[in-house]
């Protein structure tokens, strides 16, 4: 199959995964685009025979980092940065259980990046978590000890039977 | 429980060895500590996978299959941008007018009398406005207001299709058997939403302990329910 016939194939994933990175769906598809472009410049580096998926998943998610980084370097902080300096982590005990039943949106806000972006791979996309420590380049320790804090932190938030 | 929240973790990713994964599982049938917690780390689960499981069902915008398909379309991002701001794609309407449907068939009917449970030769079935829900309700897809909330899908160990649900007189769990909804678990229900969240942990270790394997995932429930929850 095509090179393009393939990203045309993972797309809807794709666009899945850029929705629980970026929040809203136009951030999202604006980051689909932008990693599909990357992808398409650089498909000389992708190696025929190993995964599209985890690649583009890795261009996406490092796309999507950047984009933080710039913006806090600007000194651009949303809503949800401000959300993440307060309760991210321990903090977010301070914050009422299940004060967020109804927002899954706004629960994974509230996760650190680092968090995020393990509880997207493993706990919606499916990938093991050796597959998720390669998409992130991070030995597969940490994406354990980020899942479970990931884990917690969203149970807590959206109440014991999340 | 002999084993620490990682491993719990680790079992519901599937990431344990098939030993280790069975000891999980014949501890959990008679430790309900253990019980409860794979259904707390199982319902977080689903509820994520059920709630981004509509956009891998979405047609992706033309934008950027435009990127991959044969005759590009030249788009700048930032054109883009401007453009699509305060603007709803086809997709959007459609949902809207789906759960405008859903909404109508399913949420506002005041005026039903409130039968939700009918008595069949000694066995308690759902009738009425709950049977409806447990037959057509997705809970990846039910308006925010609805009668009936949808919880969990699953497969028991007999291999009947089960539903948790929560409603404004009752929450329970519900299980399709020749043309019905036999009611396993009745709790009863809280008459507002802000209430009913302590009913469903119960019965999310109900659930636990009554499923085989994993519950359904968004798309599997829609294909279940589009079968008539039968095989």
């Known amino acids: 199959m095509r090179f393009e016939e393939q990203l045309v194939e993972l797309l809807p994933r794709l666009r899945r995964f850029a929705r629980g990175l970026a929040g809203s769906a136009g951030d999202a598809d604006d980051l689909c685009q932008a990693a599909i472009e990357r992808a398409l410049k650089s498909r000389d580096q992708w190696q025929d025979g190993t995964r599209l998926d985890s690649w583009m998943y890795r261009i996406t998610r490092n796309l999507w980092i950047d984009e933080r980084r710039a913006a806090g370097r600007r000194g651009v902080h949303t809503p949800i940065d401000d959300a993440v300096t307060q309760i991210a982590g321990d903090g977010a005990a301070e914050v009422e259980a299940g004060a967020l039943r109804d927002d899954v949106d706004g629960a994974l806000a509230r996760l650190p990046d680092e968090q995020r972006e393990v509880v997207m791979l493993v706990l919606v996309e499916g990938y093991a978590y050796r597959e998720a420590a390669a998409i992130l380049e991070v030995p597969i320790g940490t994406v354990t000890s980020r899942l479970a804090r990931g884990r917690e932190t969203l149970i807590h938030l959206l109440g014991e039977a999340a | ?231």
């Not at chain 2, 491993?7 to 959990?28: K, M, S, W």
């Not at chain 2, 069902?57 to 005759?71: F, I, K, N, Q, Y």
């Not at chain 2, 399709?176 to 009913?196: F, K, N, S, V």
């Open chain 2, 1 to 231: 429980m002999t084993f620490d929240s990682a491993t719990v973790a680790a079992f519901i990713d599937g990431e344990l060895d098939d030993l280790t994964a069975r000891r999980i599982a014949r501890e959990a049938a008679s430790d309900p500590a253990l019980a409860a917690e794979i259904a707390r780390h199982r319902a977080l689960k689903a509820r994520l996978t059920a709630h981004f499981a509509p956009i891998v069902e979405e047609e992706p915008p033309g934008r950027l299959r435009a990127l991959l398909v044969e005759d590009r379309v030249d788009t700048s991002l930032t054109d883009r941008r401007a453009a699509k701001r305060g603007r709803f794609a086809p997709i959007h309407w459609g949902a809207i007018a789906a759960s405008l449907v859903l909404g109508l068939t399913i949420g506002l009917r005041p005026w039903m009398p409130a039968a939700d449970v009918a008595d069949a030769g000694g066995t308690l079935v759902a009738s009425g406005a709950l049977a409806e829900a447990l037959d057509t309700q997705l809970a990846s897809n039910q308006p925010a207001d609805a009668m009936v909330r949808i919880g969990l899908s699953f497969r028991d160990r007999k291999g009947r299709y089960c539903r948790s649900f929560e409603g404004g007189s009752l929450a329970g769990i519900g299980c399709h058997e020749g043309e019905r909804w036999t009611l396993e678990r009745t709790l009863r229900g809280a008459p507002r939403p802000a209430y009913r969240q302590a009913a469903s942990g119960d019965l999310a270790v109900d659930a636990a302990a009554m499923m085989a394997g994993d519950p359904l995932n968004a798309a599997a429930e829609r294909a279940a329910r589009d079968k008539g929850w039968t095989d």
